[in-house]
């Protein structure tokens, strides 16, 4: 227990680069799951070119937190600009590669064609 406090979770677990507009990278790092009262907590932060974003998962256990963070990332990329418009790639594919809840598809997050509303 840590009394209701964040516990800091700096140990970097795992990373991806993706490829924007093929001049930039996107890193996306997830940080090692730690217990946070009776959860568990997964931090994670996108780095973009111009910008940064940092979030976090939560779970019964470290896997499922490392999951949730994963689906988070996923989708926060997916609805980002750069990611609705088809910029962001990964090995050369608009497929990032990682995981979504079960409803979402990232059929979900692009722009509709010539300009009309779906």
């Known amino acids: 227990m840590n009394d209701g406090a964040m516990v800091a979770s700096?140990?970097?677990?795992i990373e991806r680069h993706f490829?924007?507009?093929?001049i930039f990278?996107?890193?996306?790092?997830?940080?090692?799951?730690v217990q946070d009262d009776n959860?568990?907590?997964c931090?994670?932060?996108?780095?973009?070119?111009?910008?940064?974003?940092?979030?976090?998962?939560?779970?019964?256990?470290s896997v499922q937190a490392l999951i949730m963070?994963?689906?988070?990332?996923?989708?926060?990329l997916l609805a980002s600009n750069e990611g609705r418009a088809g910029c962001?790639?990964?090995l050369g594919s608009r497929n990032l590669d990682l995981p979504l809840m079960g409803s979402v598809t990232?059929?979900?997050?692009?722009?509709?064609?010539?300009?009309?509303e779906a």
């Open 39 to 41: 959860a568990f907590r």
């Open 10 to 13: 700096p140990e970097l677990f």
């Open 25 to 33: 990278k996107v890193l996306v790092q997830w940080h090692r799951p």
């Open 19 to 22: 490829e924007l507009d093929k």
């Open 69 to 76: 963070a994963m689906q988070k990332a996923h989708v926060e």
């Open 106 to 116: 990232p059929d979900d997050f692009q722009r509709p064609q010539n300009g009309s």
């Open 43 to 61: 931090d994670y932060i996108i780095i973009w070119p111009d910008r940064r974003r940092s979030s976090q998962g939560f779970g019964v256990d």
């Open 88 to 90: 962001l790639l990964w």
